[in-house]
């Protein structure tokens, strides 16, 4: 056999991810390589750990870049705080909510699920009332925005229930960080992960990740050692914190945390709250034409998630034959739909880089290309 050099084609990709990088962050991954003790590096990751501040508007000594995409930022923040035997009511809306309930059943810990519909926010009452039934439950778990159903919840509100009941929360944020309002501090969030290749547009394969002094503390005060080496966050803050010499952990993903600091950076020029208004305008566009082409949305307006459009498939249209025509004749890649969306919905992602005016006008104009022919 021969083999040669892999040269894929220029796509755009507007599914629920990776989303589009920009030229910037594909050259920043290019730049030569150092070593991940560098005292250069070492002053980039310092970098990285302010900026990832900003995007989550918190102040937590310990935020963190995980050398891991966002399903092991998911399992870190398990791992660390939750031990056997502890109770963890975790709220299912969608795919990413019964991942969670995978994590604290292999840990042995007890999952107290409330269910949501699909297509729906985590419904806040339902909440309550597991907090109240359960006084002795430890953690509040869910997912701010759903990524399986474009749902996006009320995060601010289920962290206030949870302050009120003692109860630490963990937060994904996937897909809400950087495209929807997100504010760690002032939510009271305690542990909360998320991934680059969503709203970032940064290359896959790293979790942004974040946690409250109260949650560092269950981390260094838990009775039984964390299942995980790798994922043990005890051994990686020496990596990340402190002054002088960095304690090594393992190898770095040097020029991946290149592309993120240039993601980071171009965020923090765009301004946090211009990138949130950004992406609901261009949602905003893009429902106005879905209505026009008579496509329904799955998840009501007022709990709509901008950046991940969850639609309903047209009546007689073929699901994976449309998806394969925009690939074939638009280089344009949509999502199909996840879980019980499978083949009765399509996600539709605005995220980073590809929320913008262009993006929205093809996707709307091969869509009615596609149901045309």
Known sequence: MTFKSF???????MGPGPSDVSARVLSALARPTIGHLDPLFISMMDEVKTLLQYAFQTKNEFTIALSAPGSAGMEACFVNLVEAGDKVIVCRNGVFGDRMIQNVTRIGAEAVVVDSPWGRAVETHKVKAALHDH????????VHAETSTGALSDAKALCKMAQEHDCLTIVDAVTSLGGVELKVDEWGIDAIYSGTQK???CVPGISP???SPKAVAVVQNRKTQIQSWFLDQTLVMGYWSGEGKRSYHHTAPVNSLYALHEALVMLHDEGLENSWARHKEQHEVLAKGLKELGIEFIVPEEERLPQLNAIYIPDGADDAKIRDYLLEHYNLEIGAGLGAFAGKAWRIGLMGHAAKSENVALCLSALKDALHQ
Do not use: G, H, V
């Open 7 to 13: 040269n894929p084609p220029q796509r755009i990709l």
């Open 135 to 142: 006084p002795d439950a430890k953690f509040l778990a869910f």
């Open 199 to 201: 709203c970032m547009s």
């Open 209 to 211: 990740l974040s946690f």
